[in-house]
């Protein structure tokens, strides 16, 4: 009886494929990673955008009704809406000539086939014939 030691080529074909399933699986965990990292980028950079436009509401954006619009870079536009605010319909103002603005901030940019937005919102005291008018 001679015995030969070694690998059959059946064994050699799975361990193959095991092999290549595990890379497969390891490349689609990496390539996510960096994926989610550039997403994770976009998004914290659109909230900067969108946190000094609304501290730009006021300052270089009139405090008035109405909307701007621009673009920051060459991928992200941004919207600065700016409404009359009342906290519940019928709602007056105790202190004669204050009232508010709702502030709202909209940053959009291109990921692929789809358009991510991130939106900022606050409110901002007016008095008539003074400062924030």
Known sequence: DVRQS???LIEVLVAFMILALALTVLL???SGGLRNVSVSSDYATAT???ESRLAAAGIDIPLRPGETSGTEGER???TVSVQDYQPWPGYRSAAKGVG???VTV???????NNTRNV????VRLR????VGS
């Open 6 to 8: 070694g690998y059959t």
């Open 28 to 30: 689609r965990i990496f």
């Open 48 to 50: 900067l955008i969108a």
């Open 76 to 78: 992200f536009e941004w």
């Open 100 to 102: 508010a603005y709702r």
């Open 106 to 112: 909209t940053v959009e940019w291109p990921n692929g």
């Open 119 to 122: 939106g900022l919102s606050t």
């Open 127 to 130: 008095t008539e014939g003074g």
